[in-house]
């Protein structure tokens, strides 16, 4: 009685809280980054210019998200950041920007933190102690057109291959006995030839032979596998005899690629998920 | 080179990113709140009506935010749902919703999972295995005067008492052997003093003896300590006599209260907190 | 001094303007109606079913708006509504949502009063006295494509068709003798078969011989038109023999169309302000 | 029929269109300003630096506004721009921006042309001829209290104070044989305290003394006059002896002021239309 009076007498603040919803009909791009995570990769002793355990463990956060949100149809990933694209038509929590947004960061942070012992392991593979919690922030951004989308998503590649270009040559220098200062120094100013020749010359690294997770970034996508299953059984009830029978099944899986994005190709192969627009 | 100038023809993707910032000189609340946690908590076995090891980890959660983010003046809990409260002159982000959004609903997640087996043990305090990782949704809510943020307090603490409550009976009529369906059926309808009534007679429970964090949730608030410090030393160089001297020292503490909050007295006492506005 | 001073102390409230831009990469649209027309066209005496007039009126404000503001690419009016359309790269107020809004409603209706005496006249061509000042609201609206855009000007044009043949049909109804309750309940739940069927029937009206301005609406659209103009001059100082030169200049125009936007032959014809996208 | 389904094909485009409310609780200002006045006035020889007719025209203009939209609790106009309030609790169109903020400016700009006959007169009383329709664009704002609207209210006043001293010297140097050029050289770098000077001095001009509508511009607020009313009659059916009766009847007006808005007094005295808050 008077507590719940005493409730419908407050329950006018609800009017404060305003939805805002991403415009109707525009891609959708969630974009989460690590905060302080130069520190955080430091205390961790994660290791230059990459390290496979931290890309393995954003990558398995990222699969994890794509399996419990299923409006997901492709992420991108690169050093401490991830991209989840949602397309034009989707519902997802009726496009409420909070919800999406809240929602996909703290499923991704949760699964930081619960797989981090299975990939953060030292060299007798037993996990490294989690010093502090993580934290990542995020937005939400609207992009009208798959073109946009598509430069959105080479922005955010050609990035990935901008720094890692830099870090692998900026390592190799401090690895072989520069100080940072003195690394950095070198690199000032140089262009992406420049760095290639130091890495070849002075370090016998062809920059392209190194592991494509490390040049181009990770990428998710929903892949249908169509599988064939072959079924024993018999065909009537008077004749006993085992026949054969080709089942063919749809088997949803989520693929992990290193490819290019920002040519051609891989648009035309998934046009089924990124239709061209009228 | 070439791949620099790739990313900078991408780069005017970046005019699709636009800032929303949260209304000058009001009061911020951000709520987040236990998404499918009937079913989280079901699958960890979490006690009806209310299970302290989970209320006791949301708390220290909470604690970590305002550790964190010293913005957080103050936070207010009940249930799996936590609001933080920022000042009408916070700065914090440059008042950037996303940001604030996605940071405090990502770094309370964090602590959640990395807290959890300190909190979540069984009766020989090992610690639960968390079988999957959670989330929490949030939402950031402007309130333009002290008066619509007590209000919104109250809401939520009268909201704490409502619920509590009614799963304080509806718990013990199951525990004493009725079905789910049955004690609904008994609930349905009832008022306040009803439900008082059912818990006093039927099981001998007096629900104000119930212990306050049941009852009114959880608060925590900033507290300036002066600690007095008795320090002993010589006054002079040629006077070798040990003199004592008392030091007043300021020391900062982070106050947990189940107190009331929807009357005067709270914000009589933390007036400095939250002034009468002009 | 003392005032500048002053002044200074009060600057910080400009941190409470928030400016609002309206997606970059899609189509705008500003639609503007006339409130409270009813009560303002019965008491200017508006002739049903179409006021040619006022028609005209509207028109002659669309066309003053599409030549004071460059960035207008489309305009389409029915009734006592317009909308304006500009183009996904418009830079117009840096798409700032207030600026657009107000601006474009406040010189449709400065240009509304100012035009109606030349519009608005009687049987001897004398103005009708504008008896109050009316009134337009209005909104902006983003469409993320080309096809959104197009569905959306296909929504007004069938709006204005249906609108049409049912007031048409009404006023029909009444100028013959009905009341307008009487027209209003035979024409409920009726198809447009029924009320072209009325028309030609009852009252020898094709409906599709009706001035496609009343059917259709209006269109403004920008046009380049290729000028030939014959100079006359001398080719050289020492001959004097006067040369034609045939010299090709692009004018600018403003078309004012009634034809159909629904179809694909309009959108065909002016690929070069619609082009189809990637 | 066919008509109607291919309109309701098309009405998905309504999803398009998204409300944005002002927040609850706050008080809402919409500013108008006129755009390209310095042209507009030169072009119909407005009187430097104030004229009065212009000044009335814009009154009218707001008197208008308040008439019309009852929800206006307070305007503040000064040069070509005004200011109208409106109370935190205001339900005006549900506090949607596009429709306070295009029905305001509308209608404003409307009254402007309609008005302006009435206002702008030369010498023999004769209408001046509107050369072209006037623009202005609007904005709407919140302040969160009271404290944050009187501020504002107290940085127009006292940019009216500063343009009209510095417009008031600036045109008597002028109007005193000095170029514009000259003029602008003079005032360079000067104090309020230089600018009462030199009209002091030069001119004979006691700043304090002009007309309070130049100074402090115009504020309309609502009043109600409780106006007491002598009624005749008789008191009874048998008793035909007349009776005088005094009957107090409340008459609403809009009044306006010329007064300081940024001390207290003003405040003090109507503190029914804006009570200090809780």
Not at 153 to 161: F, G, K, N, V
Not at 211 to 235: C, D, M, N, Q, W
Request: aromatic share 12%; proline share 4%.
């Amino acid at each position: 009685g008077k507590s719940l009076m005493a409730n419908s007498k407050y329950e006018y603040v609800k009017a404060f809280e305003r939805e805002q919803h991403e415009l109707a009909g525009t891609w959708l791009v969630v974009r989460l980054d690590g905060r302080g995570f130069h520190r955080f990769t430091t205390q961790h002793d994660f290791v230059h210019p990459n390290d496979i355990r931290g890309l393995n463990l954003m990558n398995a956060c990222a699969r994890a998200c794509m399996e419990e949100f299923k409006d997901i149809c492709l992420a991108y990933g690169e050093s401490d950041e991830y991209s989840f694209v949602l397309s034009p038509d989707t519902k997802f929590f009726d496009r409420r920007t909070s919800k999406i947004l809240s929602v996909v960061v703290s499923f991704f942070t949760s699964n930081y933190v619960h797989l981090w012992p299975q990939h953060i392991v030292d060299d007798q593979n037993q996990p490294v102690r989690l010093q502090y919690p993580p934290q990542f922030d995020a937005r939400v951004v609207c992009y009208p057109s798959l073109q946009h989308l598509r430069d959105y998503l080479s922005w955010r590649q050609a990035d990935c291959h901008i720094n890692n270009l830099y870090n692998t040559t900026f390592w190799a220098l401090v690895h072989s006995g520069k100080t940072e200062a003195e690394a950095e120094r070198v690199l000032r100013g140089t262009f992406s030839k420049d760095k290639n020749e130091i890495l070849f010359s002075q370090f016998g690294i062809n920059y392209n032979n190194l592991p494509a997770i490390f040049r181009r970034g990770s990428i998710f996508i929903h892949h249908s596998v169509a599988e064939k299953l072959v079924k024993v059984g018999v065909t009537s009830k008077t004749d006993p005899t085992p026949v054969e029978r080709v089942v063919v099944r749809k088997r949803h899986q989520i693929d992990l690629l290193h490819t290019d994005l920002i040519g051609d190709a891989f648009w035309g192969e998934h046009v089924d998920v990124f239709p061209v627009e009228r």
